[in-house]
């Protein structure tokens, strides 16, 4: 008590000038240099207590202009400093301008869904910073209906991957996978955002191609004076200190990339018939290096490092203002965990009528990814009306993977014990960039443009594969290598890939706004806006195969002799001979590589009419999509085409009680349209899922019309409570299935004839400031969001070996998340619990023969505790503290749900994982 006597009081209110000077709530004051900060209640009032001393105030509210302000405050004394705040200019001599946006905290991102004219949900930097999470993966399934697959590709609403589209900095982000349509969320490092919207309903101003959601990703816009080093260091339980196993690098792995080390020599023939001349196969497969035995080496700890700054640079023109932030971060993780991969196949035309197991492995993997991402942002304001931003992300990934395999093949290879290998390394380099420009004529027209590029170059160089075995009764040690009769992905094999994409786009949005006198509501303005974007993007992909052969002419012993050597030497230049030994033939062929290209014209007409409480928004967006891929099927050649223009329409309602309550209604119709590499006839192995990958050149583009109702109450203060339904009908809805090929499991995409899902959305957040008015119970609050969703999909004609009725592919029926939170800015401490769940959920489609795969729901919960001094802050996190397993399921009894009866087909867990993180602010 006696400590706070001595401190000061700082109080007062902040209007909105924009609003004919209203109250401003979840305004932003900070004591600049200092972690005491506080935001504006509903009233738009604040206070601070501040010990005596000369401080520089700073107000700021997002979208509007920040006041700076020194005050000079004694012990015991209050002052009252009232600010009015709004998005026009301020005389130089009376303020100074320090940031023209601030949209990172919780309140301001609360308040902007508040406004927001469609159904979304968001996450700002302020809350991703208060967890343990690395990623925007991470991050952003603490946003209600969102769920995380694989670790990286983000669902809404329990919908697939596929069915989002992805914004950075108001430009089309790249499907950055390969063997999908997808975002890479892993690829964005917590620290270069600001804040992440997830849109669940369409608008005419935004791109068609969603229906779960529309992820608009700011990268950060801290444009204020500061530098900042950071560095962490994690123990991963079951990897950390354990055995790892890799083959030989390259020297700049450790940098993310491969300096050529695996690469194909220059000048390796690109005509595969120069491979079927046994001398010249063997002058080239001498050529490769011979790096087919894994070394045992130790897992290092988990390590991280980044440093960033801002600053304002000063012109000779004060009017004019010049800002930048920009942040390189680098980090070296390592992976290990045991897996058992498991293949099963019904046979319901047998006695047994019982799923047959065909194979049973046990993988130990183990994986080091290098990750090197930089950041740089510029901010170039040169009047009130008129600013500029130049955003650039760039990414370098790399990741040295190895599985060893031990198990059996019941199927081809009976009485054998196998050992089977996958040695690999994934390169990818992502550069996403953004100019945008806004621009306000007057105080009527506005003009916002963006123009943006991407380039993806992704590689996997000399992928090794290859299989031995010992028969079960055998008392000898050795295993033997499979020598195939021709070349295959399986068997003795070198896989190269390369993919390039580029993709170049632009939008211009004009507004008009027009006061609506006639209106007796404080927001009164007709608003009309008008605008096009356009989207081009490449894409050429090329992959090849080889295997080592044993030619007819090599004797049967020199051949028992081959098969039966070392890793070490037996694919070595001794034994790759054109007369005793090894000789290396091409298995691939033009259907492995291909072209692409993708052409999007959109415009768009948008209103918003206030009347009274009720807000109108409406318009209807035209897109005319073109998509080209040029391949091969088999040898012949395969030219893909898809025209198609899309009509739009959307329309949206809210009527505001008052100031705490709203309610909206909203309905859109989205597309969502074919990939590149779900389209292109290129088939793929996976060795970690035993499962071939190819593309159906006959898929289509799904149409689905969307319903939002919503309430939303805003209480006090960083707080609100909503409660959403909705309703999504599919026409050709997209989805990933097991078809029946062969008696190789094989995965792809395909129409259904159409689908329809409904469900219902709860979030609460809860601050307890006002329940307990100190202590520390008063520190604490809650987040809370829930989601229950149900989908049937009809296959109608479609349906042969499947029922024609089931849950949509990816839909989880439920997602909770929960997180408990403290935080005391007076003592620098803060803490969050934090726990996710979702529910089952179809990772591929089925039917009789090979039967739909599920994954499990699964729990997780994570911890971290922070404290903060003038300059430095330490956190300690726990990740995946419940460590359950990660495990897909076959339905062996095809009932449409996993019981005691169904077959383990994925089982692995990834450990729990500590860290250690310090930041230092100079």
Do not use: C
């Not at 950075?168 to 964005?188: H, K, Y």
């Not at 990703?217 to 950071?230: A, H, M």
Request: no cysteine; net charge neutral; aromatic share 12%.
């Amino acid at each position: 008590m006696t400590t706070f006597a001595q401190k000061g009081t700082i109080n007062g209110t902040i209007l909105d000038k924009d609003a004919k000077n209203a109250p401003l709530p979840f305004a932003n004051v900070v004591v600049k240099g200092t972690t005491n900060s506080v935001t504006t209640d509903e009233k738009g009032k604040y206070q601070l207590k501040v010990e005596p001393g000369t401080y520089s105030l700073v107000f700021s509210f997002v979208g509007y202009e920040t006041i700076e302000e020194k005050v000079t405050l004694k012990a015991g004394e209050t002052i009252t400093i009232n600010k009015t705040l709004g998005s026009g200019s301020y005389k130089l001599e009376d303020v100074v301008i320090t940031t023209s946006r601030r949209k990172n905290t919780e309140s301001a991102v609360l308040l902007e869904t508040k406004k927001a004219k469609q159904v979304i949900s968001a996450i700002s930097a302020e809350q991703m910073s208060k967890g343990t999470d690395g990623n925007a993966a991470q991050a952003i399934q603490r946003v209600p209906g969102v769920t995380i697959n694989d670790g990286k590709f983000v669902m809404v609403r329990g919908l697939s991957e596929r069915y989002n589209n992805v914004l950075i900095n108001g430009a089309l982000a790249p499907s950055t996978e390969v063997d999908r349509r997808t975002f890479s969320f892993d690829l964005l490092p917590v620290s270069t955002l600001e804040k992440m919207t997830i849109g669940k309903s369409g608008a005419a101003y935004l791109p068609g191609d969603f229906s779960g959601g529309l992820i608009s990703v700011t990268t950060t816009e801290n444009f204020s004076d500061f530098t900042q080093v950071s560095s962490s260091l994690g123990f991963r339980g079951n990897t950390t200190l354990e055995d790892y196993w890799q083959t030989e690098g390259s020297a700049t792995d450790i940098l993310g990339m491969d300096d050529g080390f695996r690469q194909l020599p220059s000048g390796f023939p690109t005509n595969r018939d120069v491979l079927n001349i046994n001398s010249e196969s063997v002058r080239y497969a001498n050529q490769l290096p011979n790096n087919f035995n894994p070394e045992r080496g130790t897992a290092f700890f988990n390590t991280g490092i980044s440093f960033s700054l801002g600053r304002k640079i000063k012109l000779k023109d004060e009017s004019k203002n010049l800002r930048t932030i920009n942040m390189i971060s680098y980090s070296n993780s390592f992976q290990n965990y045991n897996k058992s991969v498991n293949t099963f196949i019904n046979d319901f035309t047998g006695q047994t009528n019982t799923p047959q197991q065909q194979r049973d492995f046990d993988d130990r993997y183990y994986s080091n990814e290098v990750r090197l991402s930089v950041l740089s942002n510029w901010f170039y304001r040169y009047n009130a009306k008129n600013k500029i931003t130049f955003k650039n992300l760039f990414n370098q990934i790399g990741e040295n993977f190895t599985t060893l395999r031990s198990g059996f093949d019941f199927d081809q290879r009976p009485g054998q014990l196998l050992n089977n290998y996958e040695f690999g390394y994934s390169g990818r380099r992502i550069l996403t960039s953004q100019f945008n420009g806004e621009h306000k004529i007057n105080d009527r027209n506005t003009v916002q443009w963006v123009l943006g590029g991407n380039l993806i170059k992704d590689i996997l160089p000399d992928l090794r594969r290859f299989r031995t075995f010992r028969n079960l009764n055998s008392t000898t040690e050795n295993f033997t290598m499979i020598d195939p009769p021709s070349s295959n992905p399986f068997d003795t094999g070198r896989f190269y890939s390369e993919l390039n994409e580029t993709s170049v786009n632009a939008g211009v949005d004009y507004d008009l706004k027009i006061e609506n006198k006639s209106s007796k509501s404080e927001a009164s303005t007709i608003l009309l806006k008008a605008g096009f974007f356009g989207d081009y993007k490449t894409r050429d992909f090329s992959a090849r195969y080889f295997s080592y052969l044993i030619p007819g002419n090599v004797g049967q012993e020199r051949k028992e002799e081959l098969i039966n050597l070392p890793l070490t030497e037996i694919f070595s230049p001794a034994n790759v001979s054109a007369s005793n030994g090894w000789v290396l033939r091409e298995g691939s062929n033009q259907s492995d590589s291909y072209k692409a290209n993708n052409l999007l014209a959109a415009g768009y007409v948008y209103g918003e009419l206030p009347i009274q409480k009720f807000l109108i928004t409406g318009g209807v967006r035209l897109e005319h999509n073109r998509l080209e891929v040029d391949g091969f099927q088999g040898i012949n050649p395969l030219l893909v085409q898809q025209p198609i223009t899309s009509v739009l329409p959307s329309f949206n309602v809210s009527y505001t009680f008052n100031d705490k309550n709203l309610m909206r209604v909203a309905y859109s119709r989205t597309v969502n349209r074919p990939e590149f590499r779900e389209i292109a006839p290129f088939l793929f192995y996976d060795f970690q899922e035993d499962t071939e990958v190819d593309g159906n050149s006959s898929l289509t583009t799904a149409t689905i019309d969307n319903f939002d109702l919503r309430y939303e109450f805003y209480p006090t203060k960083g707080e609100t409570a909503s409660l959403g339904v909705f309703y999504k009908r599919f026409d050709n809805p997209i989805e990933f299935i097991l078809p029946v090929v062969s008696q190789q499991r094989r995965m792809r995409y395909s129409n259904s004839d159409s689908a329809m899902l409904y469900g219902a959305e709860l979030e609460v957040r809860k601050s307890f400031k006002e329940v307990f008015k100190n202590g520390f119970f008063s520190d604490l609050s809650i987040n809370l969001n829930a989601s229950y969703i149900f989908s049937e999909v009809d296959l109608g004609n479609r349906a042969l070996a499947q029922d024609r009725k089931r849950a949509l592919q990816g839909q989880s029926p439920y997602v909770i998340n929960a997180a408990l939170g403290y935080d005391n800015k007076e003592n620098g401490w803060s803490g969050n619990l934090i726990y996710n769940r979702f529910g089952d959920r179809i990772y591929a489609v089925g039917g009789e023969i090979f039967p739909t795969i599920y994954e499990i729901a699964r729990n997780q919960m994570d911890f971290t505790i922070a404290k903060t001094f003038k300059k430095t802050t330490y956190k300690l996190g726990l990740s995946n503290i419940l460590n359950e397993k990660f495990q897909f399921f076959q339905d062996s009894n095809v009932d449409n749900k996993i019981n005691n009866s169904d077959d383990p087909v994925f089982v692995h867990r990834t450990g729990v994982l500590y860290t250690f993180n310090v930041t230092y602010k100079f």
